[in-house]
Nanobody, 123 residues
Framework: QVQLVESGGGLVQTGGSLNLSCAAS????????MGWFRQAPGKEREFVAA????????YYADSVKGRFTISRDNTKSTVYLRMNSLKPEDTAVYYC????????????????WGQGTQVTVSS
């Protein structure tokens, strides 16, 4: 059974930073994609970033490019999202997910999801 467990969310002021973690288990992730998505109240789930586990290729939404960094630690089967220069519009529940496809930006391509972690950026 694949399990994804996020952690690291919280409350931060505008301009602050947070590190999110996603601990993965239940499959060999070397051939998969790991992604971060977010969903604010009343809005659709939105792509944030993704990483190809094997090739270390990374992909970002334009809204976070230059501020967020996705990375992974193979030894811990963990994916990270470093978020800098946070803005109030980054407030959302952040989810990690895994996909067997190379369709990085569409949440429908991901088959397993974590429970989410709340990120709140105060102005």
């Amino acid at each position: 059974q694949v399990q994804l467990v996020e952690s690291g969310g919280g409350l931060v002021q505008t301009g602050g930073s947070l590190n999110l973690s996603c601990a993965a288990s239940g499959r060999t992730f070397s051939n998969y994609v790991m992604g971060w998505f977010r969903q604010a109240p009343g809005k659709e789930r939105e792509f944030v970033a993704a990483i190809n586990w094997s090739f270390d290729s990374t992909y970002y939404a334009d809204s976070v490019k230059g501020r967020f960094t996705i990375s992974r630690d193979n030894t811990k089967s963990t994916v990270y999202l470093r978020m800098n220069s946070l803005k109030p519009e980054d407030t959302a529940v952040y989810y990690c997910a895994t996909s067997t496809t190379f369709i990085y930006r569409n949440y429908r391509a991901y088959d397993y999801w974590g429970q989410g972690t709340q990120v709140t950026v105060s102005s």
